[in-house]
């Protein structure tokens, strides 16, 4: 690592320490079932209704597996999941996998699993939360020697990076940038599914991210795409 990502990890680090709270998450719902657990096999290019949340609370999923990546998943018609980011990957570490994940489907919404070039089984399991909880999820592919801004952090808002997991054929050309500046290499190769010890996959890293700044992702390479998945919270 180069002694100017090194400083900016510090530099963020630091900011996590003396600016940030601990984030307040929601209760767990108190009904006589707020857990659940899903399974199913749908065929190459079909989709199935998963589940339609009740009004009354959002869902978090904490735990979501398929058989390979060809299994992507959607809170109606928006993509949340891109299976071949590997974060659901069976033989991967990444936090859905691994019974760590922040995934908020919203009340009132429906959670679609649609099968992308091959058939398709799933598992996905979790509770029902308070509505307004602080995670946020993010996903999608960046072409091929391109970049773009993932995510904005409002206003007054802080926001916490706890896991980033980079999937496709050449992960170490994807690399993770805070406005602009250097954060995460990709070719440190800590973003990818198959490290287990790494922090940026298993949901124990903690990045802060300030007010009006941006989460950005290029890719340098020329020849595949970079699936991402990033998983986080606001804090007070």
């Known amino acids: 690592m180069c002694l100017q990502s090194i ?10 320490s003396t600016h940030a709270h601990e984030p307040t998450h929601p209760n767990v719902s108190t009904g006589s ?20 949340q009740s009004t009354q609370y959002d869902f978090l999923i904490t735990t979501a597996f398929q058989s390979s990546r060809n299994c992507d998943l959607y809170q109606d018609s928006t993509q949340i999941v891109n299976g071949k980011s590997g974060v659901m990957d069976t033989s991967g570490h990444g936090t859905l996998f691994l019974g760590k994940g922040l995934l908020r489907i919203d009340a009132g919404s429906t959670l679609k699993v649609k099968a992308v070039g091959d058939n398709c089984t799933f598992h996905i399991s979790g509770y029902h ?19 773009q801004v993932v995510h904005t952090i409002p206003t007054g808002k802080m926001f916490i990076i706890q896991s980033i997991i980079m999937g496709g054929n050449q992960p170490e ?33 903690r990045i802060p991210v300030a007010e009006n700044e941006t989460i950005d992702i290029h890719n340098t390479g020329a020849s595949s795409p970079c699936p991402y998945y990033l998983e986080g919270t606001y804090v007070q």
Do not use: K
């Open 7 to 16: 400083l900016l990890w510090f530099l963020y680090s630091g900011l996590l």
């Open 33 to 52: 079932t707020p857990f659940a657990y899903y399974q199913g096999t749908i065929q190459s290019g079909q989709e199935t209704d998963v589940f339609t």
């Open 129 to 147: 939360i308070e509505i307004g909880s602080p995670y946020v999820h993010l996903t999608g592919s960046i072409p091929i020697n391109s970049s």
């Open 173 to 205: 050309t994807c690399d993770v940038y805070i406005s602009g500046n250097l954060l995460l290499e990709g070719d440190l190769r800590v973003m990818t599914r198959e490290n287990i010890h790494s922090a940026s996959t298993n949901g124990n890293i």
